[in-house]
RNA sequence: GCGCCCGUAGCUCAGUUAGGACAGAGCAGCGGUUUCCUAAACCGCGGGCCGCGUGUUCGAGUCACGCCGGGCGCACCA
């Protein structure tokens, strides 16, 4: 439901609680919060609230006495347009309501007058691609980091939903008013990137008919050999005793087939941060002598331990091993505080399952680094399963037996994939389909939403083909809309901004597919039964292209949030 | 043993952030819809001790505690 509508709902129940309190039928108390849901049952009405029940112990009567006396002085308060929102319907007083009633314990159900849903048709033609927008965030620069696969071997499907969910979240983040920086950070240093250099050199001797031994813990996937026969093709004179050329060879061609895979799953980064540019800067070094002096770092059996466990971790934590190597976590500290110095004060990263035990230690070194601890927030994004119709597809990255994304991409293609990572919530795993994905069916969420796109604009085409022009807001008498199905349309319509909002206060894109796939549904209802272009004298039909223009606009907007095409034919 | 996530219809999942009305959707199953803007669509019908228990509350799928079951972690790895 549009603001508007919601605040002139919640304004005149508050006014009918004050009229009851000056007649002396309801005694002051604090007045909680008056917040209006939309019930999940039809005939209870557009808008509900539980005020009643909220307020009948402080009050010492029963919750629908209280409901009733509230209603008694709700209705009595006259029609005044306090707020007009559009000339031809103003919003506010209670002429937007065509009836209130007390229901079950002590609900009041508010059910709008159809004049109230008109003035959105209005809004979306003039905010078109902008309809959704907000301000929540008022600008607040936001740096969200995510994917941040090391180039070791190929993308997988898990970073896949990384990477949608990182850019849906990016671009709806960006909708409600934030500032929005997109980061990819990378290991190009370190053991794992040595054993990448020697897998790849054993590949490479193999090839030249060499005896060499490959590594116990190597990468043992078929890209290896594939990037081992590249050199043997485009390098002369390779020096074959010398990892370090095989490791930064590998490097390079892995990292460009990332990036390709990014670029065609239409992800764009404006940032590529290396873990050797962190080092080489002298922050790794400044940001540890900074918590060593203030007295965050000791030094035990050779090593040095960060003193987590004094913000929230549940042990302190090696940042120096007793090799004189930093860890993993030494780097990123200062990576995180490099984040902040560049002026981000509200930090997302988007982490797998298996690094939430990593979560603490890193809260409590920026909390050390003197920044809020919430001012960090990390989305645990739980495991992708793939699978063949029933059949569960292996995923083991050690044994090199995976699909990467780069197979699903040219299966099911970029809009599907997308679709199908945002359709669950983060926290729960997700079970890929590639059957379902690919197929064009009715039973593919993707396509369905879609569709509805493309059957629109057939019938903007159909009614352009016929000489009929889409009016004016101001042309049309919207009124004529007046069918269950129109309806349903319009208030679906007025909830899209809500549900942007609050997806992106709950960092939780899942909320907006769902939204787009009732949306679809109610224009898909609305199709089969009514013509859009054709019966009457036209006036009908006037505002009915205004409605599906609408919906068109915001089948559009939702779709652009996930990375998600609108074809205009199918 | 400890930590995190999950447990809701035959299947896949919403709903848990902020407690509210007889718990929703899609798919699968069964039956129907096309002289008309794309049938990749629509309509109808069944189907549930919300894992179990206790507690808080006027009210619990939602909150607290304890169990049971599944997944992922618990390194001087990254």
Redesign the pocket.
Known sequence: MTREIKEAVARLIREGIDKARRKGELVSCDLPDI?L?I???R???DL?T?IA??L??HLNLP?RKVAEVIVKHVKAISPQPSRPVRDKFPLGGSSIISQIEV???????FFLAREALYPVLGDIEEEGANYGRSNLGKGKKVLIEFVSA?P?GPLTVAHGRHGAVGDALANILQMVGYEVHREYYY?D?????DILGKSVQARYRQLRGEESPFPEDGYKGNYITGIAQEIARECENVDRGDSGFFRSFAEEKILESIKKDLEDFGLKFDDWIK?KDIYESGQVKKTLERLRKEGHIYQ????LWFRSSHFGD?KD??VE???G?????APDIAYHQNKYERGFHCLIDIL???????V?RLKAAIEALGHEKDSLKVI?L??VSLYRGKEKLPMSTRAGEFIALRQVLDEVGKDAARFFFL???T?????F?LD?AKS??????V??V???H??I???L???AKRGVEVKKVEEVDLSLLKEKEELEMLKTLAQFPEVVE?CA??L?P??LS?YL??L??GL???????????PGDGNLGSARLILVKAVRTTLRNGLRLLGVSA????
Do not use: W
Not at 300 to 303: N, P, R, T
């Open positions: 917040t849901e019930p999940s049952e005939n209870h009405g509900a539980s029940l909220r009948s112990s919750p229901a079950g314990p002590g609900f009041i159900n090391n070791t290991n240093v370190g053991h794992q990137m873990e035990k059996e050779g090593a549940e934590r090696v091993k007793s090799d190597q930093p860890t993993y976590l797998g399952p298996d690094h939430h035990g990593y603490e645990i739980q495991l359709m669950r919530t926290n729960s795993h997700l079970n389909d379902l064009q069916s009715t039973e593919n969420p396509y369905y879609q569709y509805a493309a059957r604009c057939s019938i085409d159909f009614a609050s206060r709950a939780e899942q909320g769902s796939q009732e679809a549904g898909h209802n609305f199709y089969t039964k009514f013509r859009v272009i054709g074809p205009e034919k199918m």
